[in-house]
């Protein structure tokens, strides 16, 4: 089945304690793209990457980083997280910013 | 950048109605301008989409419009049915940008 994976589903951390949340892909796509969803804000991009190795801040990047060294793989990272990083994460890929998106399931995160 | 406006943020309609949901944009390069519901608890799904060579376009109960010159495209659910309720997110992106812009959403509620 044609999906994007996102791990945890739920996390609860605390405040500056770095944390991993990951996102793979099964259907050989070029460009993946993390969101956040916020209520009243709609969805936000934070980082988007065009293919391995090449990745770009979108419009909220600020206390998150990426990484792609896999095709499949697109990993985010908060390195220290606050407070108001607690939000709910989408990963999302597609063959090209083009063409219809395919969402992960969402992660939410909770930083005490 | 792009900017993507959508109205209305929510929606009331009875069982069998028709729903139109409206989004304007800002550039007029955007050529791309998909539609995705997101249901509760569940990453945004793609369930149409329309390029600017194109004026309408339908699929079941699902049409989407393009007004170029107006800069602005339309969602329209006919016969709506409770599974219907969900949000609904517009988007935009123009030749060449690497990013797809996202209305704020609209909740529609369809009441048996």
């Known amino acids: 089945e044609a999906q994007v994976t996102q791990n945890p589903r739920y996390l609860i951390t605390v405040t500056g304690k770095k944390l991993t949340v990951t996102c793979s892909q099964n259907?050989?796509?070029?460009?993946m793209s993390w969101y956040r969803q916020d209520p009243g804000l709609g969805l936000r991009q934070i980082y988007y990457s065009m293919n391995v190795e090449v990745t770009d801040k979108g419009d909220v990047p600020e206390g998150y980083k990426v990484s792609r060294k896999e095709k499949r793989n697109f990993p985010l990272i908060l390195e220290s997280p606050s407070p108001n990083q607690t939000s709910l994460y989408f990963c999302?890929?597609?063959?090209?910013?083009?063409?219809?998106?395919?969402f992960g399931s969402g992660t939410r995160l909770t930083v005490v | 950048g792009e900017n993507v406006e959508q109205h209305p943020s929510t929606l009331s309609v009875q069982e069998g109605d028709s729903a139109v949901i409206k989004c304007t944009y800002s550039?007029?390069?955007?050529?791309?301008f998909p539609w995705y519901k997101q249901e509760l608890g569940k990453g945004p799904q793609l369930i149409i989409d329309i390029r600017s060579n194109v004026g309408e376009k339908k699929d079941q109960r699902i049409a989407v419009t393009l007004n170029k010159t107006a800069k602005h495209f339309s969602l329209h659910i006919t016969e709506t049915q409770p599974e219907d309720s969900a949000v609904y997110f517009c988007a935009a992106t123009p030749q060449g940008y690497s990013t797809l812009t996202f209305g704020k959403g609209t909740m529609l509620l369809v009441s048996p």
């Open positions: 550039d007029s390069a955007s050529n791309y």
């Open positions: 259907m050989n796509h070029e460009y």
């Open positions: 999302a890929s597609s063959r090209t910013v083009n063409y219809g998106y395919t």
